[in-house]
């Protein structure tokens, strides 16, 4: 598999945490519970996964309609 192919997702997700990081440091506040408290509020129990993957679908088919 090509390494770039790889790399280049992985560094914007990486730049794109590190750039959330700064932004929520500005605004006074510590950045790793930050990440903590949306990952926990994400995937923190059966039913925010549920929850969460009930609406996904709705999501979808409106950012595909946003496109257009």
């Known amino acids: 598999m090509n390494i770039k192919k790889i790399l280049k997702p992985v560094l914007s997700i990486v ?8 932004v929520i440091a500005m605004v006074g506040e510590n950045p790793l519970s930050v990440y903590r408290s949306m990952l926990l509020g994400a995937f923190g129990s059966k039913m925010s996964i549920q929850k969460d993957s009930c609406w996904k679908p709705a999501r979808i088919i409106w950012s595909l309609q946003m496109k257009n």
């Open 15 to 22: 730049l794109a945490l590190v750039l959330g990081a700064a």
